[in-house]
């Protein structure tokens, strides 16, 4: 019953826009930090971005600075996530994850995740 649901993702040419989104249900995300991982064929999952509860703090990865940018919509119970600027190598499934704590790049560190969105970058 409680889940996050991810969507926004599809197959975008390089230099295009995209942006995710993360939903909650059966439950308020105003007191998780959220995080989105991705996670390539063949390849590790790795972190990608995350927003503190109090919506003070954000990070990125290096390969995202500049061109990614997390918010939270607290009344639609929302996070998004504008990527810009799309490249290849961007192709992944996204996962939003939610923690009681604060952002963590260490994934078990999360008490919820979405399924995932998948983000295909090609001509």
């Known amino acids: 019953q409680l889940q996050l649901v991810e969507s926004g993702g599809g197959l975008v040419q390089p230099g295009g826009s995209l942006r995710l989104s993360c939903a909650a249900s059966?439950?308020?995300?105003?007191?998780?930090?959220i995080a989105w991982f991705r996670q390539a064929p063949g390849k590790e999952r790795e972190g990608v971005s995350c927003?503190?509860?109090?919506?003070?703090?954000?990070y990125y990865a290096n390969f995202g600075k500049g061109r990614f940018t997390i918010s939270r919509v607290n009344a639609k119970n929302s996070v998004y996530l504008q990527i810009d600027s799309l490249k290849p190598e961007d192709t992944a499934v996204y996962y939003c994850?939610?923690?009681?704590?604060?952002?963590?790049?260490?994934?078990?560190?999360?008490?919820?995740w979405g399924q995932g969105t998948q983000v295909t970058v090609s001509s």
């Open positions: 994850a939610a923690a009681r704590s604060s952002c963590s790049k260490n994934g078990e560190r999360y008490d919820y």
């Open positions: 927003i503190s509860s109090s919506n003070v703090r954000t």
């Open positions: 059966g439950f308020t995300l105003d007191y998780y930090a």
